[in-house]
């Protein structure tokens, strides 16, 4: 695990959960650890610790996504109120790149993926992705084993013939021409590193201790209008005297 034991164990003693150190997987971020946070200094170094060590570590145990958002007033946009961003170790393990098929919402047909070849498939320019010249299979993508023509073009590199220059391909974009994509491997989330946002110092939230609650301009101008005496106080100090 990326938190120590004892890091873990003075935590938790913090936020007065040291009772719960072999349920955390139970411990609710939103509901437990968050408000208990928020209640105190959020500008507290040692609390602000203890919160991230408590996250990550929920992170490890509930399989969250290393980029989880938590929701909480005033959050930070940086670090979606994690308070940090995870690094996690290169995974080894890959899988072919499949190919996707979708429509979006203009209707149009979108290819992603290259079932595993590393080069770009998309729709045959030749018959629209069809498959089909009229009734006759179109001979521009058809498979040659089979007879079917799959409606799709593989934009793989080609020789120089008959007079042709040749083809370099087109890289498939999801994998990058590789033809494989890491696999996601269930389980530890294998942290490398864990980077404090910088814009909020850790805490997640963009409240501070003593945040002007009004701009400086309208902060000159009360002023401005507090030294002026207004009409009416005169005339109430004159009738004093």
């Keep these: 695990m990326f938190i120590e034991m ?3 164990r003075s935590s938790l003693e913090e936020y007065n959960l040291f009772n719960n150190i072999f349920s955390v997987k139970n411990l609710d971020i939103q509901k437990v650890i968050m408000p208990r946070f928020l209640k105190g200094d959020v500008t507290d170094p040692k609390r602000i610790e203890a919160k991230n ?3 990550i570590h929920c992170c490890e145990i ?11 007033r005033n ?3 940086a670090c979606n109120g994690r308070g940090f961003d995870l690094v996690l170790f290169d995974v080894t393990d890959t899988i072919p790149c499949k190919l996707v098929i979708t429509i979006n919402e203009n209707g149009k047909t979108i290819y992603s993926g290259c079932n595993g070849t590393g080069w770009k498939i998309d729709a045959c320019i030749k018959c629209n992705g069809t498959g089909k010249i009229g009734e006759i299979p179109c001979p521009t993508c058809i498979n040659h084993k089979t007879g079917i023509s ?8 080609t020789l120089p013939r008959d007079g042709n220059k040749g083809f370099a391909g087109k890289k498939c974009l999801v994998c990058k021409g590789t033809g494989k994509l890491k696999k996601i491997v269930q389980g530890s989330l294998n942290i490398k590193e864990a980077h404090i946002c910088k814009k909020c110092s850790g805490s997640g939230t963009t409240t501070k201790i003593g945040t002007a609650v009004i701009d400086h301009q309208l902060g000159e101008l009360l ?3 507090c030294k002026t005496p207004s ?11």
């Design 6 to 8: 004892e890091s873990l």
């Design 150 to 157: 799959r409606g799709t073009y593989q934009f793989h590199p």
């Design 75 to 77: 959050q930070c946009t």
């Design 62 to 72: 509930q399989k969250l996504s290393p980029n989880f958002e938590v929701n909480i």
């Design 223 to 225: 002023k401005m209008k």
């Design 231 to 241: 009409k009416k106080l005169d005339i109430l100090n004159s009738s004093n005297c």
């Design 53 to 55: 060590n408590l996250l």
